[in-house]
């Protein structure tokens, strides 16, 4: 079985795969300070709520945005479970070119959403993903990486808000009744959520009118069910991108 594991800077979400099958995911928080002690209890633990074992891994695939946890992971990979591993990077053969000025500035999670959206969906692609920040990829027909936006995600945005705003107190994030607020919190989840969407339907038209041709506009991340709400533009919600695409090029690297 393979381990696929996607490392950002807010979650760690650990997929089980058989073949092409996900039979399992987990989402965790991201912590800098695990070694790989505490995350082979960890993964034992969830494995065995599920009838498995660490012995059923073969391979790891891992894409990371976060230097300081890829030692742990490798030192679990190559200590405890023994298996092979990948560390997605820009010099991954993944199938897709990277047309960028200086492609090492390009995440592992955004060349593997690159990868899984262009395997799974035909034509030109925007991939969304709602994480930490809030990322936009354009992918071409022909699959080639041309290039980008990065915003600050909701609850990023959320967070400095309050903390900048002395008579602001910090709301749950729900959907608001409508985009006239009646009261200090139903304002601030208008502005919000609903600015995330306009915000969001802004980048994705001026996108598609640069690349010249329509686009199919693929959300993902932990957010992009509720999020994506917002939006106009968002065609298809897709939560296992990622970790699909992990999967992918995998079986790339090593067919």
């Given at each position: 079985?393979?381990?696929a594991v996607?490392c950002?800077n807010?979650?760690?979400v650990?997929?089980?795969?058989?073949g092409e099958?996900l039979?399992?995911?987990?989402?965790?928080s991201?912590?800098t300070?695990?070694?790989?002690?505490?995350?082979?209890v960890?993964?034992?633990?969830?494995?065995a709520e599920?009838g498995?074992?660490?012995?059923?891994?073969?391979?790891?695939?891992?894409?990371?945005?976060?230097?300081?946890?890829n030692f742990a992971?490798?030192?679990?990979?190559?200590k405890?479970l023994?298996c092979?591993?990948?560390?997605?990077?820009?010099?991954?053969?993944?199938?897709?070119?990277?047309l960028?000025?200086?492609p090492a500035e390009?995440?592992?999670?955004?060349?593997?959403?690159?990868?899984?959206?262009?395997?799974?969906?035909?034509?030109?692609l925007?991939i969304?993903d709602?994480?930490?920040a809030t990322?936009?990829?354009?992918?071409t027909?022909?699959?080639?990486?041309?290039g980008?936006?990065?915003?600050?995600?909701i609850?990023?945005?959320?967070?400095?808000?309050?903390?900048r705003a002395?008579?602001?107190?910090?709301?749950e994030?729900?959907?608001p009744q409508?985009a006239?607020?009646?009261?200090t919190?139903?304002c601030?989840?208008?502005?919000l959520?609903?600015?995330?969407g306009?915000?969001?339907d802004g980048?994705v038209?001026r996108?598609?009118?640069?690349?010249?041709?329509?686009?199919?506009v693929?959300?993902?991340?932990?957010?992009?069910s509720?999020i994506?709400?917002?939006?106009e533009?968002?065609?298809?919600v897709?939560?296992q991108?990622t970790l699909?695409g992990?999967?992918m090029?995998?079986?790339?690297?090593?067919?």
């Amino acid at each position: 079985m393979l381990l696929a594991v996607d490392c950002g800077n807010t979650h760690l979400v650990i997929g089980l795969f058989d073949g092409e099958k996900l039979l399992r995911s987990w989402r965790l928080s991201t912590d800098t300070r695990k070694t790989e002690d505490e995350y082979l209890v960890m993964l034992r633990q969830l494995l065995a709520e599920d009838g498995h074992s660490l012995q059923e891994i073969s391979g790891m695939a891992v894409g990371s945005v976060v230097p300081a946890v890829n030692f742990a992971l490798y030192k679990l990979a190559d200590k405890y479970l023994r298996c092979e591993h990948c560390f997605v990077t820009y010099e991954t053969d993944t199938g897709i070119p990277i047309l960028m000025d200086n492609p090492a500035e390009v995440g592992a999670d955004r060349i593997i959403n690159a990868v899984s959206a262009h395997a799974k969906y035909s034509g030109s692609l925007i991939i969304v993903d709602f994480g930490t920040a809030t990322t936009f990829d354009c992918i071409t027909a022909a699959g080639e990486y041309i290039g980008g936006a990065i915003c600050p995600g909701i609850e990023i945005s959320q967070q400095a808000l309050f903390a900048r705003a002395a008579k602001l107190a910090n709301i749950e994030l729900r959907r608001p009744q409508s985009a006239v607020g009646k009261n200090t919190a139903d304002c601030l989840r208008s502005g919000l959520l609903w600015g995330y969407g306009g915000q969001i339907d802004g980048l994705v038209r001026r996108m598609k009118a640069e690349i010249g041709c329509d686009a199919t506009v693929i959300a993902t991340g932990g957010l992009a069910s509720f999020i994506s709400s917002f939006a106009e533009t968002i065609d298809v919600v897709d939560g296992q991108l990622t970790l699909e695409g992990l999967r992918m090029i995998w079986e790339r690297v090593h067919r």
